[in-house]
T-cell receptor
Framework: QKEVEQNSGPLSVPEGAIASLNCTYS??????FFWYRQYSGKSPELIMS????GDKEDGRFTAQLNKASQYVSLLIRDSQPSDSATYLC????????????FGTGTRLTIIP | DTEVTQTPKHLVMGMTNKKSLKCEQH?????MYWYKQKAKKPPELMFV???????INESVPSRFSPECPNSSLLNLHLHALQPEDSALYLC???????????FGPGTRLTVT
């Protein structure tokens, strides 16, 4: 079983709609959760971090964490063509551990 | 400011060459990382330095040699690489071990 799993996509969403990206993780003790956006040929860019159960909103982005279900998601409201990218979910296993485990990424395409 | 800089942006080297990749951050972060990323794959951790000491080596071949001269600088020395080592090499830094990691733009390495 992979440690961090994401649907590889591609996920196609009409412009202006809500894009929903999902991620599950296997280590129940995981503490820190991150979403990175990566454009083709570029480096990953941190867009959201979440550490406790519930929702965290930042502009058009909302991260949702459910530790009981070992599930973290990213919602992108009012999707724009510039949101087209690969989104990487990343998890650290416990506090004090530097190792960031990435999912394989979901490729998102926003259709104008 | 969350800027991590990397030089060079592109590097082409033969299998007998010796070259170095450089990374710099001025955010006061105490952990620095080297990742390798192949096309359509997530970043793969190579090394972690915490407080200028090597804390993680992910069984990387000895032809890759990391160095942390001070808290702001991270080098990756390359020697006798193989064509399969061609990839995007990413540097990242974080304030805390389990915290948010910020990536530099990467060095695109081609081994001929």
């Amino acid at each position: 079983q992979k440690e961090v799993e994401q649907n590889s996509g591609p996920l196609s969403v009409p412009e202006g709609a809500i894009a929903s990206l999902n991620c599950t993780y296997s280590d129940r003790g995981s503490q820190s959760f991150f979403w990175y956006r990566q454009y083709s040929g570029k480096s990953p860019e941190l867009i959201m971090s979440i550490y406790s159960n519930g929702d965290k909103e930042d502009g058009r982005f909302t991260a949702q964490l459910n530790k009981a279900s070992q599930y973290v998601s990213l919602l992108i409201r009012d999707s724009q063509p510039s949101d087209s990218a690969t989104y990487l979910c990343a998890v650290t296993p416990y506090f004090g551990n530097e190792k960031l485990t990435f999912g394989t990424g979901t490729r998102l395409t926003i259709i104008p | 400011d969350t800027e991590v800089t990397q030089t060079p942006k592109h590097l082409v080297m033969g299998m007998t060459n010796k070259k170095s990749l450089k990374c710099e951050q001025h955010m006061g972060h105490r952990a620095m990382y080297w990742y390798k990323q192949k096309a359509k794959k997530p970043p793969e951790l190579m090394f972690v330095y915490s407080y200028e000491k090597l804390s993680i080596n992910e069984s990387v071949p000895s032809r890759f040699s990391p160095e942390c001269p001070n808290s702001s600088l991270l080098n990756l020395h390359l020697h006798a690489l193989q064509p399969e080592d061609s990839a995007l090499y990413l540097c990242a830094s974080s304030q805390a071990r389990e915290g948010e990691q910020y990536f530099g733009p990467g060095t695109r390495l081609t081994v001929t």
